[in-house]
């Protein structure tokens, strides 16, 4: 069974910095490319960023760009998210998902995990 | 950066109505578009891909038709565990862009 794990959300203080992470299980994440999609509150959903398989080719929204760096460690079948310089803007709860087809970069989410909150604010 | 038009904003039906939502993009996104069904305090899930293909597991009361800049989904037969807020999104290009949704309620 696919799932998805996140985890690493908090309440931090404008232009702080947090990483949240997303344990993978029940599949290859090596052979996937993964993604961040996020959720303000009571708001649509977002995409936030997206990682290629091997780490190599990542792709951000203009919003995060230079702030929040997307990465993956498929040894520890782990997603990784660091956000730096945060703004009360990224206030949302961020899911980890995968796209469904290896073959194109910007296939559908497939899997979804429960999401994890990150409050930002004085 | 596409962008993905939803209407309407909400919407009520009885159990067994039939009921559609709309996407308009403002580019042509070659059918790469997908619907996601979201229900309160849980993660998305993904019911149509490639405009009309089912997700496994998917009822088929749901479908999907369109081309172009203009897709649709459709809900047939409306069954309580319909309720829900519903997305569409492009994969045609990055950034990916979801639409702004639609909520749908038991009448």
């Known amino acids: 069974e696919v799932q998805l794990v996140e985890s690493g959300g908090g309440f931090v203080q404008p232009g702080r910095s947090l990483k949240l992470s997303c344990a993978a299980s029940?599949?290859?994440?090596?052979?996937?490319?993964m993604a961040w999609v996020s959720q303000a509150p009571t708001k649509g959903l977002e995409w936030v960023a997206s990682i290629g398989t091997g780490g190599g080719n990542s792709y951000y929204r203009d919003s995060v760009k230079g702030r929040f760096t997307i990465s993956r460690d498929d040894a520890k079948n782990t997603l990784y998210l660091q956000m730096d310089s945060l703004r009360s803007e990224d206030t949302a709860t961020y899911f980890c998902?995968?796209?469904?087809?290896?073959?194109?970069?910007?296939?559908?989410?497939?899997?979804w995990g429960q999401g994890v909150m990150v409050t930002v604010s004085s | 950066d596409i962008q993905m038009t939803q209407s309407p904003h909400s919407l009520s039906a009885s159990l067994g109505e039939t009921v559609s939502i709309e996407c308009l993009t403002s580019e042509g996104i070659s059918n790469y578009l997908a619907w996601y069904q979201q229900k309160p305090g849980k993660s998305p899930q993904l019911l149509i891909y490639y405009v009309s293909r089912l997700q496994d597991g998917v009822p088929s009361r749901f479908s999907g038709s369109g081309s172009g800049t203009q897709y649709s989904l459709k809900i047939s037969n409306m069954q309580p565990e319909d309720e829900g807020v519903y997305y569409c999104q492009q994969g045609y290009k990055y950034p990916l862009t979801f639409g702004s949704g639609t909520k749908l309620e038991i009448k």
């Open positions: 998902a995968r796209h469904s087809d290896p073959s194109y970069y910007s296939a559908p989410f497939d899997y």
């Open positions: 029940g599949f290859i994440h090596s052979n996937y490319v």
